[in-house]
């Protein structure tokens, strides 16, 4: 794999780690209803498709390869969005 690749495959799995962080957020709304076999199947389904979703898109850009540091690049990602855009963070502050 050469070095551009990986550069955006670095790029892209933060970016996803973003936008995981972003739906995850909002996919929190709907497990707050009290029917947990709601909350098992929707939390089920949101995690499969976003495994899928991650695996199609990394397979456009570097034939699906997987390595450690892109995971890692992805929690840093989930890491980044919490500090800087979640505000959850400010109201709990104040």
């Known amino acids: 794999?050469?070095?551009?690749i990986q550069i955006k495959s670095?790029?892209?799995s933060f970016l996803y780690g973003?936008?995981?962080?972003?739906?995850?957020?909002?996919n929190y709304k709907y497990l707050m209803i009290n029917n947990?076999?709601?909350?098992?199947?929707?939390?089920?389904?949101f995690i499969l498709d976003h495994i899928l979703l991650y695996f199609v898109l990394l397979s456009i850009i570097n034939n699906g390869?997987?390595?450690?540091y892109?995971?890692?690049s992805f929690i840093i990602g989930n890491i980044f969005y919490v500090y800087l855009f979640d505000n959850k963070k400010i109201?709990?502050?104040d």
């Not at 794999?1 to 551009?4: A, F, K, V």
């Not at 973003?18 to 909002?26: Q, S």
């Open 10 to 12: 670095l790029a892209f």
């Open 70 to 72: 892109f995971l890692l």
């Open 65 to 68: 390869i997987l390595h450690l």
């Open 18 to 26: 973003i936008f995981f962080a972003f739906t995850y957020k909002i």
């Open 1 to 4: 794999m050469t070095l551009i």
């Open 36 to 45: 947990t076999l709601f909350k098992i199947i929707i939390s089920f389904f």
């Open 91 to 93: 109201n709990k502050i």
